[in-house]
C-alpha cells in the first residue's frame, strides 16, 4: 500500500521530481526554527508522517518549486539563446546568410514597451509650460546676477 498524507507526497516528489526534491531538503534543512529544537530535517520522508499536508507547508513547497522551475527555465532559455546565436556566428564565418529566428517569439528574450500615457504627456506639457513661463518672468523682471 502506497503511503498517504505528508510522507506520500515526498515519496511521490523524490521519486517524480528530484531537482525539486533536492530544494525542499536544502531549504528545510536550514531552516532557522527546526534547527533552534534540535531536529534535524535531513531527510523530508524519514521525518514525515502520512497526516494530511499543513496548508503552511504546501505553501512552503509551492514557494520553492516555483522558485526551483524559474531557474531551471531562465538556464534553459539561455542555453536555447546561446545556441542560435553561435549557429548564426558559425554560418557568419561560413559567409552565408543567417537565420531569421526572433528569440522573442520563443519567450528567450524579454519584450518591453516602453511609452507615455495621455495623462503623463499632458502632465509633461504643463510642466513644462509652466517652468518656462518662470524663466520668462524672471529674465522680464530683469534681475541682474552680480
Known amino acids: 500500500m502506497a503511503a498517504k498524507g505528508t510522507k506520500g507526497f515526498f515519496i511521490w516528489l523524490r521519486a517524480n521530481m528530484p531537482q525539486v526534491y533536492a530544494d525542499v531538503k536544502r531549504e528545510f534543512s536550514a531552516a532557522k526554527t527546526l534547527s533552534g529544537f534540535g531536529i534535524s530535517m535531513s531527510d523530508p520522508v524519514a521525518l514525515s508522517t502520512e497526516a494530511p499536508a499543513s496548508s503552511t507547508l504546501v ?68 510642466g513644462g509650460f509652466g517652468i518656462g513661463l518662470l524663466w520668462l518672468l524672471s529674465m522680464a523682471t530683469g534681475r541682474k546676477r552680480r
Do not use: C, F
Not at 526551483?68 to 542560435?84: D, E, F, S, V
Not at 556566428?89 to 537565420?99: P, T, V
Not at 526572433?102 to 506639457?125: F, I, R
Open 59 to 126: 505553501q512552503t513547497i509551492k514557494d520553492i518549486a516555483n522558485v526551483g522551475a524559474q531557474l531551471y527555465l531562465t538556464r534553459q532559455q539561455a542555453q536555447a539563446q546561446q545556441q542560435i546565436l553561435s549557429e548564426n556566428l558559425r554560418r557568419a564565418a561560413l559567409g552565408q546568410s543567417m537565420l531569421n529566428i526572433d528569440p522573442a517569439q520563443y519567450g528567450l528574450q524579454p519584450s518591453v514597451g516602453v511609452g507615455l500615457t495621455g495623462d503623463t504627456k499632458q502632465l509633461l506639457m504643463y
